[in-house]
């Protein structure tokens, strides 16, 4: 119990990586390895999509788009 409330979560372990809020629509889609449009302003280098406390994945600002590079388990369980 003690491990469990030491551990960080993946979010909190990459503070120092950007982060970008995401909509509930484009959670599904990243999570489908889909690069949904962003408007959010582009920065060179990976950033955090993140719903909330929860991080969605790893993406990239590609053409416009929040294109996922490493995409995480929807399951609470597996990752928070």
């Not at 469990?4 to 999570?31: K, N, Y």
């Not at 489908?32 to 950033?47: I, L, N």
């Not at 994945?57 to 590079?69: D, M, N, S, T, W």
């Amino acid at each position: 119990a003690r491990v469990a409330a030491a551990a960080l979560s993946p979010s909190q372990a990459i503070p120092h990586i950007p982060s970008v809020e995401v909509s509930p629509e484009d959670e599904i889609r990243l999570r489908m390895g889909q690069a949904p449009p962003s408007d959010h302003s582009p920065v060179e280098g990976p950033v955090r999509a993140v719903r909330g406390d929860r991080l969605v994945a790893l993406a990239e600002f590609v053409e416009g788009r929040l294109q996922p590079r490493t995409v995480l388990p929807s399951d609470p369980d597996l990752h928070d």
